[in-house]
């Protein structure tokens, strides 16, 4: 089956410790975004890919790192600089740019450190 | 970036339409409009989107003001799995953004029994 999927969909970390959540798609998307969820909240985007090797920042980039390596992954790391790490994380992806194109989105890994 | 108003929670009865309005009265004319929903700790799920003119898909409906600034997301036939928060989002389409989504904080939709 085609999709996006996360993996794990429950993390537990100890403060001061840096964690990946990993991200892949196989719709041959371009483009991936990482989102954040918190309680009660919308969500509000961390970090996006357009293309392979290349990745911007979204308006809550402080903390968090990815790479994109590969067409297929987008992994998002929570360092320890982030200062409220716990939340829901998803992440989504789309295919090119033009305005019509939906977002598809896997089922989100929900951090909490402890 | 065009922003969005929704009311932050509805209740609708099963089996009975579900009308869930939402303002952009700042849309710009190459802007879509957006619905998705969000059941509890999952992914948003795509409902449907448009430009300008009313859309039907297998989930929806959705009826867009001739003028643009609001927009009217019907369920049909609402069911209990319809309880979910829904986001009405207009496309940012800005170079250095990547076409990114701003989500707000939606319309809670419960139906009830």
């Known amino acids: ?114 | 970036d065009a922003k969005t108003t929704q009311p932050p929670s509805m209740d609708c009865a099963e089996g009975r339409a579900a009308n869930l309005p939402c303002n952009h009265s700042t849309i710009s004319g190459n802007e879509y409009v957006y619905w998705y929903r969000q059941i509890h700790s999952q992914g948003p799920q795509y409902i449907i989107h448009g430009l300008k003119n009313n859309e039907t898909n297998e989930m929806a409906s959705l009826i867009i003001t001739e003028d643009r600034k609001s927009s009217t997301l019907i369920l049909p036939h609402a069911t209990l799995r319809d309880t979910a928060v829904y986001y009405c989002i207009v496309r940012v389409a800005e170079r250095n953004t990547g076409n990114q989504f701003y989500f707000g904080t939606g319309t809670s939709l419960t139906v009830i029994p």
């Open chain 1, 1 to 114: 089956d085609g999709g996006i999927t996360q993996s794990p969909k429950y993390l537990f970390r100890k403060e001061g410790q840096n964690v990946t959540l990993s991200c892949e798609q196989n719709l041959n998307h371009d483009a991936m975004y990482w989102y954040r969820q918190d309680p009660g909240q919308g969500l509000r985007l961390i970090y996006y890919s357009q293309i392979v090797n290349d990745f911007q920042k979204g308006d809550i980039a402080e903390g968090y790192s990815v790479s994109r390596e590969k067409k297929e992954s987008f992994p998002l790391t929570v360092t320890s600089a982030q200062k409220n790490p716990t939340a829901f994380y998803l992440c989504a992806s789309r295919q090119g740019l033009a305005q019509s194109n939906e977002q598809f989105f896997g089922p989100g890994t929900r951090l909490t450190v402890l």
